[in-house]
């Protein structure tokens, strides 16, 4: 079973930044494949927060645009989310994704990492 392994998330002030961590197995790190962040805030349904594709594209939400970044290191099988100025209001449990853009049946989760952020 593929298994993709988050770490990095925590409580940080205001202002603060954290630096999310997925690795996987080099199987599903490729070319034609989609890699993002999302996140969950209470209540509410997951949301992309942030994807970066084989190719180097990228795309971010309108409410992380500027603060954070996507990047993918194919040479430790590993994607990473920068998280810079949070917010209160970003605090949420962020999950990595990687799938292919081809194969619907290559569609990997983590098991997510809550990073809350308070005073």
């Known amino acids: 079973q593929v298994q993709l392994v988050e770490s990095g998330g925590g409580l940080v002030q205001p202002g603060g930044s954290l630096r999310l961590s997925c690795v996987g197995a080099r199987s599903i790190f490729g070319i034609n494949t989609v890699m993002g962040w999302y996140c969950q805030f209470p209540g509410k349904e997951r949301e992309l927060v942030a994807a970066?594709?084989?190719?180097?594209?990228?795309n971010y939400a309108d409410f992380v645009k500027g603060r954070f970044a996507i990047s993918v290191d194919t040479a430790k099988n590993t994607v990473y989310l920068q998280m810079n100025t949070l917010k209160p209001e970003d605090t949420a449990v962020y999950s990595c994704n990687v799938r292919h853009a081809y194969i619907s049946a290559h569609n990997y989760w983590g098991q997510g990492t809550q990073v809350t952020v308070s005073s």
């Open positions: 970066i594709t084989s190719g180097g594209g990228t």
